[in-house]
């Protein structure tokens, strides 16, 4: 599993002119890949992925939820939300040809079974996750802080 993750001041997901998933305010925008073997890994792989994004200690200065300021916090500390978007082209091969290859990939409904562990993983957590509209033609749109984006793999 592959993540693309970026500090955002706001982010949204828009599927035929309807906002579907959105940030109330600055939080992680998360592109999630699914390679076709995670989903024979079991859970192991869907906690640590959940773990790393809930804890990923990149939102900068802040106060965390028991009120001592912390220097590098993440959403598990501030509550930020996450706004998690299904992202298989983050397993196109591109070494050759002009063609991406999507064969990496997981197939749609293995994936979508993936990206909900995740986000079910996440909520459990007690993490506030929006998200998009899996297998949609998603307009996202993402106010970048920093810049600030890290890929994070399990």
């Given at each position: 599993?592959?993540?693309?993750?970026?500090?955002?001041?706001?982010?949204?997901?828009t599927?035929?002119?309807?906002?579907?998933?959105?940030?109330?305010?600055?939080?992680?925008?998360?592109?999630?890949?699914?390679?076709?073997?995670?989903?024979?890994?079991g859970?192991?792989?869907?906690?640590?992925?959940a773990?790393?994004?809930?804890?990923?200690?990149?939102?900068?200065?802040?106060?965390?939820?028991?009120?001592?300021?912390v220097?590098?916090?993440?959403?598990?500390?501030?509550?930020?939300?996450?706004?998690?978007?299904s992202?298989?082209?983050?397993?196109?091969?591109?070494?050759?040809?002009?063609?991406?290859?999507?064969?990496?990939?997981?197939?749609?409904?293995?994936?979508?079974?993936?990206?909900?562990?995740?986000?079910?993983?996440?909520?459990?957590r007690?993490?506030?996750?929006?998200t998009?509209?899996?297998?949609a033609?998603?307009?996202?749109?993402?106010?970048?802080?920093?810049?600030?984006?890290?890929?994070?793999?399990?």
């Amino acid at each position: 599993m592959r993540a693309v993750v970026a500090r955002v001041t706001e982010a949204s997901v828009t599927v035929d002119g309807t906002v579907v998933g959105a940030l109330d305010g600055p939080g992680l925008l998360v592109l999630l890949g699914v390679h076709r073997d995670d989903p024979g890994r079991g859970d192991e792989p869907v906690t640590t992925m959940a773990r790393k994004l809930h804890e990923l200690r990149i939102l900068g200065p802040g106060e965390r939820s028991d009120g001592e300021w912390v220097r590098e916090a993440s959403c598990a500390d501030t509550g930020a939300g996450l706004l998690v978007v299904s992202q298989f082209t983050l397993y196109g091969e591109t070494r050759r040809g002009r063609r991406p290859s999507w064969s990496a990939a997981a197939p749609g409904e293995a994936a979508e079974r993936v990206v909900d562990a995740v986000v079910e993983a996440l909520r459990a957590r007690g993490a506030t996750v929006a998200t998009g509209t899996f297998g949609a033609d998603m307009a996202v749109a993402s106010v970048n802080d920093g810049p600030f984006t890290v890929l994070v793999e399990v």
